[in-house]
């Protein structure tokens, strides 16, 4: 059996609609944009999975 690929690590931009959180991700399968309610391992409605990463906003000294 050949190893199991890694999926690919793919940046979630937090996206807030009434009142739940959804991040965004552009799919390095189809190109689209996809939408999910939590980070980690996902799999796109196109098929594709990747490792959705939130990052946290910076919170520089103001
Ligand atoms: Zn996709």
């Not at 050949?2 to 965004?24: H, I, M």
Request: hydrophobic content about 25%; aromatic content about 4%.
């Amino acid at each position: 059996m050949p190893p199991t690929p890694q999926p690919a690590e793919v940046p979630g931009k937090p996206l807030v609609t009434a009142g739940r959180q959804q991040l965004l991700v552009e799919c390095p399968h189809c190109a689209g944009v996809h939408r999910h309610l939590e980070d980690g391992i996902r799999r796109g409605p196109c098929g594709a999975t990747y490792t959705v990463m939130t990052y946290r906003p910076e919170q520089g000294a103001s």
